[in-house]
């Protein structure tokens, strides 16, 4: 196997946010030529770097709203969130779980931050991910998996105990990740100690990107800062992660879904014919019902 080259290193770019409880870099699409055609199966990426939010009665969050098309995937590093749709998914993740919806056909959906944290305060940590579907998934059933921490696979690397690769999806060393999908991609976080590295390798036609979450590290040589966002050229197949301090990095890869991408708000199709027929069918109450 040949040395993947990294084609990008992104800080991250200025934050905004959406609803009033989530503070964001949107690496997904961005402004520094990266497209949902370039990460597809990735076709977009929040990540809340972490951000104290203050006590308050009231829930941050965002309100109801719509999508289609596609899964969301919310991965939460600090704090916790509550999530709810209208097809009977919901729940809370707290530190270190994930939650992976199928909006598929269309869901309403809604999520904020769980009671009690709210009404404490506390550091906010998050990346939330739109996974695209092929087209013959795209209007299937909805569903939900609540991808609880001790659900994942955590595969020892290194010398050092403390450093291991916790799978969500996909494989690595021949252990699989819980999360059910519906084209071949891995999404792992590597928790490495000061010093410990983890050797990757993903076919050089899928999409390959990482976020250095926590920490400061090397990779194949590169400097990737604390917040910083890696894209990989599709040549080559293996990297190699070293923690230059303890870190905790966010790695992703997936093969490409060779198809038209036509996206708008919160819709994800193949064809401005069927974002018209989802706003239709949104209009008319096709989505089902949830309560704000």
Not at 121 to 133: D, H, I, P, T, Y
């Amino acid at each position: 196997m040949s040395e993947k080259h990294i084609e990008l290193i992104m800080a991250p770019p200025e934050p905004h946010f959406v609803g009033d409880g989530f503070r964001v870099h949107t690496f997904i699409p961005s402004s520094y030529r990266v497209d949902m055609h370039r990460t597809n199966p990735f076709i977009m990426m929040d990540y809340n770097s972490k951000h104290y939010f203050s006590p308050t009665q009231t829930p941050r969050g965002v309100g109801v709203h719509p999508h289609r098309g596609f899964e969301t995937v919310t991965i939460a590093y600090k704090g916790r969130v509550a999530h709810h749709d209208s097809s009977g998914g919901g729940g809370v993740i707290g530190e270190g779980d994930v939650q992976w919806m199928t909006a598929a056909s269309g869901v309403l959906h809604k999520e904020y931050h769980e009671e009690k944290f709210s009404q404490e305060g506390g550091e906010f940590q998050m990346v939330q991910l739109w996974v695209n579907l092929p087209a013959k998934d795209k209007m299937s059933n909805p569903k939900y998996q609540a991808i609880s921490n001790d659900k994942m696979a955590r595969i020892p690397v290194g010398d050092n105990s403390d450093s291991f690769i916790e799978l969500i999806a996909g494989s690595y060393n021949g252990v699989s990740g819980p999360a059910d999908t519906f084209t071949p991609l891995h999404m792992s976080n590597a928790k490495l100690k000061a010093g410990t590295s983890a050797k990757y390798a993903f076919p050089d036609s899928h999409s390959t990107c990482l976020v250095a979450i926590e920490g400061n590290i090397t990779v194949n040589g590169s400097s990737v800062n604390q917040d910083h966002f890696c894209l990989f050229d599709r040549k080559g197949e293996e990297f190699e992660i070293k923690a230059d301090t303890d870190a905790i990095v966010l790695v992703l890869s997936g093969e490409p879904i060779p198809e038209p991408i036509a996206a708008h708000g919160p819709f994800v199709m193949n064809s401005r014919d069927e974002l018209v027929q989802a706003f239709n069918d949104f209009n008319e109450g096709k989505f089902g019902e949830l309560a704000d």
